[in-house]
């Protein structure tokens, strides 16, 4: 048995969820590869994948193997394309996941610029609102607001985002501008399905207290892009990262809100598993993201005094 032929088959079994897929991507037959994962199996005396005729599941034992595969696997792809550590050319498929307001409004452009300095490197991209698992689903790096999501994870902030509390025009001429956050009570307010509570916005006044106000609304979502676009409609209040509402605040069409009663900025992190040795394409991208998210205000600051002092004159 060669093992680094069984082991690299095992990784590609698990990464495609099928035989056949595996086989593919290897060029070889179903059978190779079939038989090299149970002759692994076999050398281990150990089950690695649990087999239906309908799916294919990792054992317990599996999964800590396939862990240790894909590590050994990443440190041979930098070995043989790289004679020193200065000559490491990032190269190959760089699976990451990010929030679908993030990911569409710069994530994208980033991933544009990044590719326009790094050729070899393609993506493969997932936009969710969900807490992937990437070690388990076979992710590079995620982007996230707020919390990095495991102990597991090494999180390198890129940026700061703020929630900022906005509604349109029209609405405001409708209904008044509260004051204070307890005034919401008596507001259209839009709520989004990620928020720690889903009835309660947090805020914090100038000394530091909070200040939670209880809100409802005829609208919940799970994409913060969507409620925006219904808060410029008229709709009602929405609260969401400055990174989503800065151009519909900077054109106009919202309004900041509450301004004096903001909770301290959130930190926005490339992240990505704990391992000893980063290849080379993890490595870099997250080194750009670094550079070129670190001072990113997303426009909303003047936006925000304009309109504060438009609303007082």
Request: a positive charge.
């Amino acid at each position: 048995m060669d093992r680094f032929h069984a082991i690299t088959a095992f990784a590609r079994v698990v990464e495609s969820g099928s035989f056949a897929r595996a086989a593919e991507r290897l060029g070889v037959s179903v059978s190779s590869v079939s038989r090299q994962v149970s002759d692994l199996e076999a050398h281990l005396d150990t089950r690695l994948l649990n087999r239906t005729t309908r799916r294919l599941s990792l054992t317990e034992a599996g999964q800590a193997f396939y862990e240790r595969c894909v590590q050994l696997l990443a440190d041979l792809e930098e070995a043989e394309v790289a004679m020193t550590a200065a000559s490491i050319v990032p190269r190959g498929t760089l699976r990451l996941t990010c929030s679908a307001s993030f990911g569409a409004r710069h994530l994208a452009p980033a991933i544009a610029a990044f590719m326009a300095r790094h050729a070899q490197v393609r993506f493969d991209v997932e936009l969710s609102e969900r807490v992937v698992d990437l070690v388990d689903e076979g992710f590079d790096l995620a982007v996230r607001v707020g919390e990095t999501g495991s102990q597991n994870l090494v999180g390198r902030k890129i940026g700061t985002t703020r929630l900022v509390c906005c509604a349109a025009p029209s609405y405001l001429a409708r209904h008044g501008e509260p004051g204070k956050p307890e005034d919401l009570v008596a507001h259209v307010c839009l709520t989004y399905e990620y928020m720690p509570t889903r009835n309660v916005w947090q805020f914090r006044d100038r000394q530091g207290r909070e200040r939670n106000a209880r809100i409802a609304g005829p609208v919940h979502a799970n994409n913060g892009r969507f409620l925006e676009a219904l808060a410029a409609a008229g709709v009602g209040i929405v609260r969401e990262p400055d990174f989503i509402v800065g151009p519909d605040v900077r054109a106009g069409r919202l309004t900041p809100i509450l301004c004096d009663f903001e909770p301290p900025p959130l930190p926005i992190y490339v992240v990505y598993p704990s391992r000893r040795h980063l290849s080379a394409k993890v490595r870099a991208f997250a080194d750009f993201l670094v550079e070129r998210f670190a001072n990113a205000e997303w426009g909303l600051a003047a936006a925000a005094k304009r309109s504060a002092v438009k609303r007082k004159a």
